[in-house]
């Protein structure tokens, strides 16, 4: 690509758009930061160290408007003002991902789904680099795409993709693309229209060629229904939970049965490291995954068995005079709750809230009904969850912060019994994000 006089500007300034202005700056582009909110510290010693131009607190239109090309950051919506705007002018906006995918030479295995992406993600990882493949880890996790493309030399990319990066891929194509399911998430952004959030997911297998790989999850109904409308012309290599499939992953008696080119591998689904439904997809997966690479069966057997979840994903905190605190922070979404409280065996005080993306709580009404003893809301604005759930529960209360909410639990809650933090709900009204939450809330756990 010609980038002699090229400008870029770059819109956001955080680890997506910092790691485009190194990129950028590596291929010899004119590059223009812009962020309307404040830059943290950190990137702006960076954008310094690069010598690039930037700015904090407004958009110059005028300079961003002169720009070759736009990268803007997942969080900016398409429907913004000045997106619209730099449209109009005919120039081109992108996600980070897909400008690094324009200097990417690695292979990539790219997941996305509604929930139990960086699970998997971070599964893949694990199996690929115990198995002495060199591997890097990117897109929503860990330092960006476009920075690693820069600085390192890997063969192969795991990616983890929410629908806004997708959004902004177009050339971008996966060696190995991964949908594990849809359920309703980010509606906002979506003008609650179901079909487009859908749409966003299917961007995954585009541009995909008879010689790349489709895993994506057979049992899931909106799955289904477009795969009849939009065939990928990847290699399918389904998995399902409910029926055997010639080529993919199934369970069946308690098995994880994986078969790839005619060569089955089996493994107990006592032995898998991460318990519960959702994991046993997330394992088939990668699994899948891994054996499309023809990873050996052993080196398989042995990552599923020992891989260690990610921090604020169903993670055990600590226990308190025989009260079990476990940490679910990420799971912004209903569907995400769905299967935290799906996996309790104890009775459970829920605390829930925070910034509501469209939920519709009934969801989980028979799950609240059967597992949860009281209800703590952590929020600005509660009113929705109370209305959802003042017949199913008796006792419901409000906590203002993480120390007042585990205070709570610690106060319902009794021997053998769990306090589980699955808010449902994104963190932005009392929290910076969802990691700030949970922190705050091992915090105060270990503080009892």
Known sequence: MNTKNKHISILGAGESGVGAAILAKKEGWKIFVSDFGEIKQEYKNALNKLKVEWEEGKHS?????????VIKSPGIPDNAANIVQIKEKNIKVISEIEFAGYYNTAKTICITGSNGKTTTAMMCFHILKKAGINVGLAGNIGDSFAK????EEFDWYVLEL??????GMFEFRADIAMLLNITPDHLDRYDYTMQNYTDSKFRIFQNQTENDWAIYNLDDTIIQQELKKNKTRAKAAPFSMIQTVEIGGYIKEEQLIININNNNFTMSIHDLALKGK????????SGIASRILEIRKESV??????????EHRLEFVAKVHGIEFINDSKATNINSTWFALESM??????????????????ELSALVNDKVKAIICLGENNAKIIEAFKDEVETIVEAKSALEAVAYGYRLAKKDETVLLSPACASFDLFENYEERGNEFKKAVRSL
């Not at 690693?148 to 600085?151: D, G, K, L, S």
């Not at 929410?162 to 959004?167: I, V």
């Not at 065996?345 to 009934?362: A, Q």
């Open 148 to 151: 690693q493309i820069a600085n």
């Open 61 to 69: 239109m005028d300079r961003i408007l002169a720009s070759d090309l």
């Open 278 to 285: 959702h994991n046993a997809q997330n394992s088939l997966a």
């Open 345 to 362: 065996d104890k009775p459970t005080v829920w605390i829930v809230g925070g910034v509501d993306k469209g939920n519709d709580y009934t």
């Open 162 to 167: 929410s629908s806004f990066q997708l959004d």
């Open 301 to 310: 057997r042995e990552s599923l068995t020992d891989f260690t979840n990610v």
